[in-house]
């Protein structure tokens, strides 16, 4: 990537500093070498394999038989998903003759044939548009397997071979990754399916005070400046100066406690606290037959109000009675932009969060349970060049939202304060929620 607008000696300014490497499932993998990234390969994989189990079984007492799951917009079979994360490993590492070139590799270069002679039509996202993935003559899940188990096999047999250096380590860093997404979107398909796991949710948290952060010269994102710059995606790159005032930040999440407040002063039914176009997003939830009355709480609130002084989520198919301390989860940007002004506050900018995720974490400043939405639009950084993934980032600039942090089903290693997650504003099958800043 290039970084031609950032001078060549910079001023110290804060920025976060490489931690030591501490295990697979940390975010210093993105600095892990050969060896580690083998075994964290292996990890990410296991819990694919886990999570399909699980699936499978939720799935079998449903009736509806294997893996097969409703047309959802917001969704992917899981079939092809598990197929897809196979498929994205061999194009980028063993499919790949410029694989040792990392960031650099042309993404239009001519590719080795792939192990499975349908492998492209079934799981190129190019070949296979979001609608008619419910539709391919997918292999059955015996097969699929057994693509996974030979896909992976060739990545390690690969990565033996490969040199300790950050280009030759960028696709298989790169795949580890985008498998643990991947990961992350299969329990999201369970929970908007009403699908049981078992995972441990997030516990409630005695209130804190606002904080208040300095200004800053801050470094922004990720760069060759950085001392081991390691792995990173191209919407981090590449790193840039922003000069931050001052500002008060929550120091974790909205609770439930807090919304509900919103809720009982009416906060769904007065236009003057919401953005125009999400005014008519609430309007066309409640013009939709299937929403039976429409839009009162964030997604899968069965209940929710100050008199009851409860708040009822379903949560992977079973309805949970939320603590008052806990985060507020499946928000939209949004309830989240109008809770923000009735509460005469704001959506922080993202690069507030990315500050105050890096200098506010010993004063108390929590974050991790869910993504958490900004007030900032999904834009590349000045000088953004994109990486050979192309689709990853480019094409949503301009009509998604950012979120950071991570949720409680986001893998430690992805825990990255620099991720840029990002959605489009009525996005709520995400494990997500949002903190404010003052005015």
């Known amino acids: 990537m290039s970084n031609a607008s950032l001078p060549s000696k910079p001023a110290p300014l804060p920025g976060p500093k490489p931690a030591p490497f501490a295990s697979i499932d940390s975010p210093t993998m993105r600095h892990g070498g050969r060896d580690v990234l083998s075994l964290a390969l292996m990890d990410a994989r296991n819990h694919t394999l886990h999570l399909l189990g699980q699936l499978e079984s939720a799935v079998g007492r449903a009736g509806t038989g294997g893996v097969v799951v409703p047309i959802k917009p917001e969704l992917n079979p899981p079939l092809w998903t598990l197929g ?41 996202p190019a070949a296979a548009p979001h609608d008619s993935r419910w539709t391919l003559d997918l292999p059955d899940l015996a097969s699929t397997r057994g693509y996974l188990l030979a896909t992976l096999e060739a990545t390690l047999d690969l990565l033996e071979k490969t040199p ?93 406690s807090q919304f509900v407040e919103f809720v009982d002063d009416g906060g769904y039914d ?54 008052g301390g806990q985060p507020a989860t499946h928000v939209t940007w949004w309830e989240a932009d109008a809770w923000a002004r009735w509460a005469g506050r704001r959506l922080p900018a993202e690069v507030e969060w990315e500050v105050a995720a890096h200098t506010a974490l010993r004063r108390g400043w929590r974050w991790g349970d869910v993504w958490e939405w900004t007030g900032t639009t999904f834009r590349g950084y000045p000088g953004f060049d994109a990486g050979p993934w192309q689709d990853y980032s480019q094409p949503f600039f301009g009509s998604h939202k950012v979120l950071r942090g991570a949720s409680f089903a986001t893998r430690a290693r992805m825990k990255h304060p620099k991720f840029r997650n990002f959605c489009l504003p009525q996005r709520d099958n995400l494990f997500c929620g949002f903190r404010s800043c003052a005015l």
């Open 164 to 256: 300790d250096e950050d280009d030759a380590l960028y696709f298989y860093r790169l795949a580890l990754c985008h498998e643990d997404m991947r990961g992350e979107e299969l329990i999201v398909l369970a929970q908007t399916l009403g699908l049981p796991l078992q995972l441990v949710m997030p516990q409630s948290q005695a209130p804190r005070d606002p904080m208040l952060v300095p200004a800053v010269r801050w470094r922004m994102g990720i760069g060759s400046l950085e001392p081991d710059q390691g792995f990173a995606f191209d919407n981090e790159q590449p790193m840039h100066e922003v000069s931050v005032p001052e500002f008060e930040i929550d120091a974790q999440p909205v609770t439930w």
């Open 270 to 323: 007065r236009s003057e606290l919401w953005h125009p176009l999400g005014w008519q997003w609430l309007q066309d939830k409640a013009a939709d037959a299937s929403q039976d009355g429409g839009r009162r709480g964030p997604r899968y609130v069965d209940q929710i109000g100050v008199a009851s002084g409860a708040v009822m989520q379903t949560r992977f198919g079973k309805p949970m009675r939320m603590l």
């Open 84 to 124: 897809h994360i196979g498929w994205f490993q061999e194009w980028w590492i063993a499919r790949n003759l410029q694989c040792h070139r990392g960031a650099d590799a042309d993404p239009a270069a001519t590719r080795l044939a792939s192990i499975e002679p349908r492998a492209d039509h079934w799981w190129n």
